[in-house]
Nanobody
Framework: QVQLVESGGGLVQVGGSLRLSCAASGIIFGNTPLEWYRQSPGKGREFVARISSGALVRRYADSVKGRFTISRDNAKNTAYLQMNSLKPEDTGVYYC???????????WGQGTQVTVSS
């Protein structure tokens, strides 16, 4: 059974930083890309960042480029999202996702709340 567990969310002031973690189990983590999404109040879930299985390729939403960094430690089955220079519009629930692949659907974590106060 695949599980993704996010942690590291919280309340932070504008301009502050947070580091989110996504711990995976039940899957060969190093064989799969990993994505972060977020959902703000009243909005749909939106893509934030993606990292390839070997961490060689990273992609970001325009809204977070230059402020957020996605990384992973395959030995620890964990991915991270370092968020700097946080803005109120970064507020939302952050989810990690293992994308769908041949023969299976996607896996999602339960989310972690990030609140940026002004």
């Amino acid at each position: 059974q695949v599980q993704l567990v996010e942690s590291g969310g919280g309340l932070v002031q504008v301009g502050g930083s947070l580091r989110l973690s996504c711990a995976a189990s039940g899957i060969i983590f190093g064989n799969t890309p990993l994505e972060w999404y977020r959902q703000s109040p009243g909005k749909g879930r939106e893509f934030v960042a993606r990292i390839s299985s070997g961490a060689l390729v990273r992609r970001y939403a325009d809204s977070v480029k230059g402020r957020f960094t996605i990384s992973r430690d395959n030995a620890k089955n964990t991915a991270y999202l370092q968020m700097n220079s946080l803005k109120p519009e970064d507020t939302g629930v952050y989810y990690c996702k293992i994308p769908e692949d041949r023969g299976r659907g996607a896996y999602w974590g339960q989310g972690t709340q990030v609140t940026v106060s002004s």
